[in-house]
């Protein structure tokens, strides 16, 4: 059976405990074997995290131990899937540049706070993730964030839509949800998610978590049966 950690936590107010629900329900339609932690604590074991399919992080903000971080970039480097939205992933741990080369990007604004209505812009046949999806409207916060140039994006926003500095600038089309590898891992993030109740007002926002999610734990048996080792990152990985 595959096995999926979640992790939740930080700031209560994007709903941790909820949206940790919600992705186990989802991972375990899948035959997922699913544990939902409220600390950081089980990344100290790295034999442990490899034996996973699959970590997935709703913890915004927050501190986390550096040798914690190592053993999530050697695990997902493995293999290991990782997954997750809105500023449980890509809002955590700010101060750990290290987390945000590994996730992919990194919140920096939400102009004019929540409830902003936008149009989420599906990059069509771009991956399986987004396959027979269309775009669809959003009422919750409008994510701006600091990317890395590497991403895949499967879904992108228009900027700005709300009168801030921001607007002195050319319109941006702002990645929504985006995948990207870190050694032989996969990683998925959607930022969407601001509130957990996003998923039900917009089902496409659950499609896309609920594929992602599955499409990053899939790496694993990829790395197993083609025989992938870790050895030429690993050589690298001793300058962090």
């Given at each position: 059976m595959k096995k999926a950690w979640i992790f939740q936590g930080g700031w209560n107010g994007h709903e941790p405990e909820k949206t940790s629900v919600r992705f186990a329900g989802m991972l375990e339609k899948h035959g997922f074997e699913t544990t939902i932690f409220d600390t950081l604590d089980p990344l100290?074991?790295?034999?442990d995290l490899m034996e996973l399919d699959l970590m997935v992080f709703c913890?915004?903000?927050?501190e986390i131990n550096r040798e914690y971080t190592k053993n999530v970039a050697r695990a997902v480097g493995a293999g290991v899937g990782l997954a997750g939205c809105h500023g449980g992933m890509c809002d955590s741990f700010r101060n750990d540049t290290e987390w945000q080369f590994i996730t992919g990007g990194q919140w920096v604004s939400h102009p004019g706070g929540d409830g902003i209505e936008?149009?989420?812009n599906i990059c069509h046949g771009s991956s399986p993730i987004t396959e027979g999806l269309s775009d669809f409207p959003v009422c919750s916060e409008h994510y701006y964030l600091h990317v890395d140039p590497a991403i895949e994006v499967l879904a992108t926003t228009r900027f700005p839509i709300v009168s801030y500095y921001h607007?002195?600038?050319?319109?941006?089309d702002m990645p929504v949800a985006w995948t990207k590898m870190w050694g032989n891992g996969r990683v998925f993030y959607n930022s969407l998610g601001h509130h957990d109740?996003?998923?039900?007002?917009?089902?496409?926002?659950?499609i896309l978590m609920e594929r992602g999610m599955i499409w990053?734990?899939?790496?694993?048996?990829?790395?197993?049966e083609q025989n992938l080792t870790t050895e030429r990152?690993?050589?690298?990985?001793?300058?962090?």
């Open positions: 100290a074991n790295l034999n913890w915004t903000m927050g936008y149009t989420v607007i002195s600038n050319k319109p941006v109740d996003v998923f039900e007002k917009s089902p496409n926002a659950a990053a734990a899939e790496g694993k048996q990829i790395a197993l990152f690993e050589n690298k990985a001793k300058m962090y």
